[in-house]
T-cell receptor, first 115, second 116 residues
Framework: AQSVTQLGSHVSVSEGALVLLRCNYSSSVPPYLFWYVQYPNQGLQLLLKYTTGATLVKGINGFEAEFKKSETSFHLTKPSAHMSDAAEYFCAVSDRKGSQGNLIFGKGTKLSVKP | GAVVSQHPSRVICKSGTSVKIECRSLDFQATTMFWYRQFPKKSLMLMATSNEGSKATYEQGVEKDKFLINHASLTLSTLTVTSAHPEDSSFYIC????????????FGPGTRLTVL
């Protein structure tokens, strides 16, 4: 069975500081990996995804993530935090062999950005 | 990008009534749609997979008779919460995959259900 672990339910950074949100996954097959962002009372928005190819994936809003197979990790980073980055972030995994392709989500990490 | 809409965005109902939530793919056809439920400060939990032209597939622990799903067309799936109770209050989100890869999913904005 697949699972996703996000370390830290709440991360707080200062504006301009590095953002690092951690995600580790468990999968019996090479997974597809995703990061989503959710603003208050809104649906999910895809930040970035890894399927195949380059392990360093760049997404929207200056975010990027690196797939590290040896560490079963897919941590999300951004060099310089903006106030507008404050939101809930979800890491998700999908079994590429799954017949329906449903996503398994981590519990989420709430990012706060201090001025 | 692909757009998925949900209606209503917010609904408040009395205990014992039924509520219907619509999920539409606006610019693409979706033979499959997914329904998730999100509890406060919790992650999304897959409830069921809606299949156009056939019965929905429910995840373990989800009551089929309580959460009725109908995939009426290639662009519309509905979730009906029957005989709603306060414990059904939650944020319900649908998603639809586009194209041949089910892993390219687009999410609706969600529906906030409050049962009094």
């Amino acid at each position: 069975a697949q699972s996703v672990t996000q370390l830290g339910s709440h991360v707080s950074v200062s504006e301009g500081a590095l953002v690092l949100l951690r995600c580790n996954y468990s999968s019996s097959v090479p997974p597809y990996l995703f990061w989503y962002v959710q603003y208050p009372n809104q649906g999910l928005q895809l930040l970035l995804k890894y399927t195949t190819g380059a392990t360093l994936v760049k997404g929207i809003n200056g975010f990027e993530a690196e797939f590290k197979k040896s560490e079963t990790s897919f941590h999300l980073t951004k060099p310089s935090a903006h106030m507008s980055d404050a939101a809930e972030y979800f890491c998700a995994v999908s079994d590429r062999k799954g017949s329906q392709g449903n996503l398994i989500f981590g519990k989420g990490t709430k990012l706060s950005v201090k001025p | 990008g692909a757009v998925v809409s949900q209606h209503p965005s917010r609904v408040i109902c009395k205990s014992g009534t039924s509520v219907k939530i619509e999920c539409r793919s606006l610019d693409f056809q979706a033979t499959t749609m997914f329904w998730y439920r999100q509890f406060p400060k919790k992650s999304l939990m897959l409830m069921a997979t809606s299949n156009e032209g056939s019965k929905a597939t429910y995840e373990q622990g989800v009551e089929k008779d309580k959460f009725l799903i109908n995939h009426a067309s290639l662009t519309l799936s509905t979730l009906t919460v029957t005989s709603a109770h306060p414990e059904d209050s939650s944020f319900y989100i649908c998603s639809a995959p586009r194209g041949f890869s089910y892993n390219e999913q687009f999410f609706g904005p969600g529906t906030r259900l409050t049962v009094l």
